[in-house]
């Protein structure tokens, strides 16, 4: 007997799934207060986009290096408890820069080196849980809650990305940096909190078998679909990185200060979670595939959309139609990911969908970066959103083989 699906307000209330969706949500939007504090510090000491953007490089190279070690861990050992550890270490790390930022103040740093360093080690943090947190979704909910498990998932980042800037960029203003470090710092506790609350179920995962990060690349090798939908991932973080790498240039030239660039950001989530309420409608009508493809092109016309903006309005008008199509491609391609993906490999293959869609940006941030000092920051965002257009057109490509 098949179970009936439940709707998203018992999935939210649910004495699992709940604790764990809400603990993510602040956590995601501690990592907001964060994410802008850093980046306008250090664009206010350097004046250089690049070195926003290595701030960027710093916290995301981890999950470039570490992923798949994380992943091999994460299908050895219980789930829960490296997740815990991971938000440990990204609360440490968060919680030293606002201490040494909060005795000495931004002046009295030495330069942008504590802010890199910190950003280093919350990325480490950041490395070890996310495959951890996307494996140990399933053992949350029951089989045929599992796709809108993922969607909510994704909803909390991007809420996140909706709510966190603004409050971050308002907190930067009104009590400096080290106290939206210090927020950030709280947050990973706060999911701490709630994973000590809750008690997933019991997800068999053999003992036998090859428990080595090879087995999961010969997986994607041989399953064109997983691979494809990777592909459609990395591109997701490449065509999303001007939001994070170059909204305090984009806010100068847009003759705006430090506010505007969390409203950048705010904008970009705010098209994102206004379109979570869209996408169960749409997935029905139009399928999982042509959901993620839409979202691909969504995200990519944002951009451009963004890039032609003659004023402010407008710019937050196609931010959010970029983060509409980010949220769409994001619940779609990794839906249909996890649907596919064996149990005893999730770890793993998650650790590969954490490198397509976050050690993507480590390269995007410096290429961002260069050309926006090099050239324009227009020019940047234009040759970001080509990336998510091209691999549209590839995975539409093969549709018909493929997806």
Do not use: H
């Not at 408890?81 to 270490?89: C, E, T, V």
């Amino acid at each position: 007997m098949i179970s009936t699906p439940r709707g998203a307000p018992r999935l939210l209330t649910d004495r699992t799934f709940g604790p764990y969706f809400f603990g993510n949500l602040v956590s995601n939007c501690g990592t907001w207060f964060q994410n802008v504090a850093a980046a306008v510090v250090v664009f206010n000491l350097t004046g250089s986009a690049v070195l926003v953007g290595a701030v960027s490089v710093a916290q995301m190279l981890p999950s470039l290096l570490l992923s798949l070690p994380a992943g091999v861990l994460t299908d050895r050992v219980d789930r829960r408890k490296l997740l815990l550890s991971g938000q440990l270490l990204s609360a440490s790390a968060s919680g030293c820069l606002a201490v040494w930022t909060g005795l000495v103040g931004v002046e009295g740093l030495p330069g942008i080196w504590p802010v890199l360093g910190a950003s280093l080690v919350l990325g480490v943090g950041i490395a070890f849980s996310i495959p951890a947190m996307q494996a140990l979704v399933p053992a949350l909910v029951p089989p045929e809650d599992l796709d809108l498990a993922i969607a909510l998932n994704s909803v909390t980042f991007n809420a996140a990305r909706a709510v966190g800037p603004a409050l971050g960029a308002a907190t930067l203003v009104a009590f400096g940096p080290a106290a939206a470090f210090a927020v950030n710092a709280a947050s990973f506790l706060v999911l701490v909190a709630m994973l000590l609350a809750v008690t997933p179920r019991a997800v068999e995962r053999s003992t036998g078998g090859d428990r080595s990060v090879r087995a999961s690349l010969s997986y994607v090798r041989a399953d064109r679909t997983s691979l494809m939908l990777l592909v459609g991932v990395a591109a997701l973080g490449f065509g999303a990185d001007p939001v994070y790498t170059l909204t305090p240039p984009l806010a100068e030239a847009f003759g705006g200060g430090d506010r505007l660039v969390g409203l950048l950001v705010s904008a970009f989530g705010s098209g994102a979670v206004l379109s979570a309420l869209l996408v169960g409608r749409l997935r029905r009508r139009c399928g999982q595939r042509s959901l993620g493809l839409a979202g691909l092109v969504g995200l990519g016309g944002g951009m451009l959309g963004l890039v032609a903006s003659p004023n402010q309005t407008a710019a937050l008008v196609f931010l959010g139609v970029g983060g509409a199509g980010y949220l769409f491609a994001t619940t779609a391609l990794t839906t249909l990911l996890q649907q596919r993906v064996p149990e005893d490999l999730r770890g793993r293959v998650m650790a590969l969908w954490t490198i397509a869609l976050l050690g993507s940006r480590p390269v995007a941030a410096l290429i961002d970066g260069a050309l926006a000092d090099l050239t324009s920051v227009r020019v940047a965002i234009v040759f970001a959103a080509i990336v998510p257009l091209v691999s549209a057109a590839i995975v539409w490509r093969d549709a018909l083989r493929v997806l």
